[in-house]
T-cell receptor, first 116, second 110 residues
């Protein structure tokens, strides 16, 4: 089944304890992206990757790191989480967004992170 | 400053009604994406469009590039259409970044 998977789905952690949220897709998609969703602010883009070894900052990259060593995986790393990073995180992938036609994004199920 | 504005923010309709959700944006775009977020939180892609009109079942999406406006229409609405509908744009001059509206919460009453 074609899908985007994220792990963990729920995580409660404490300030400063490094964590990684994994994202994997099995559709051979080039484009992958991380978003966070907060009440009243909607979805905001954190980082995205057009292909292996190519990553770019989105709107809200501060406090996050990403890497794209393999096409299928795009982990999100919080080196020193803080309470303002408490949010619902979505990973998404798309076949290609480099030029027309622009392909739709497929979203993972979300990871609800609480930083105490 | 919001690059993407949606209206209305909340919408309640009777089953069977024709529904329109609007999305206006202020930046030049290469594509616009309509998404549906279910009450459980999952996000599903509805349409990606760069021009004109697309139709899938009871859903129709239109875009007017000159007016920087898109509409999502739902014909013969049903309670299962109750969800949050989100508009996102891919900026033409901002790399491959996406900007999102804050969503329209739709409730369809039987």
């Amino acid at each position: 089944e074609a899908q985007v998977t994220q792990n963990p789905r729920y995580l409660i952690t404490v300030t400063g304890k490094k964590l990684t949220v994994t994202c994997s897709q099995n559709m051979n998609h080039e484009y992958m992206s991380w978003y966070r969703q907060d009440p009243g602010l909607g979805l905001r883009q954190i980082y995205y990757s057009m292909n292996v070894e190519v990553t770019d900052k989105g709107d809200v990259p501060e406090g996050y790191k990403v890497s794209r060593k393999e096409k299928r995986n795009f982990p999100l790393i919080l080196e020193s989480p803080s309470p303002n990073q408490t949010s619902l995180y979505f990973c998404a992938s798309s076949l290609s967004l480099g030029g027309p036609p622009y392909n739709e994004q497929f979203f993972g199920p979300g990871t609800r992170l609480t930083v105490l | 400053k919001n690059e993407v504005e949606q209206s209305p923010q909340n919408l309640t309709a009777q089953e069977g009604e024709f529904i329109t959700i609007n999305c206006s944006y202020s930046v030049g775009i290469s594509a616009l994406h309509w998404l549906q977020q279910h009450p459980g939180g999952g996000i599903v892609s509805l349409f990606m469009l760069s021009s004109g009109k697309k139709k899938h079942g009871r859903l129709i999406a239109t875009i007017n590039i000159q007016e920087k406006h898109s509409s999502l229409h739902i014909t013969a609405s049903h309670p299962r259409d109750s969800a949050v509908y989100i508009c996102a744009v891919k900026g033409r001059h901002t790399g491959n970044q996406f900007y999102f509206g804050t969503g329209t919460s739709l409730t369809v009453i039987p």
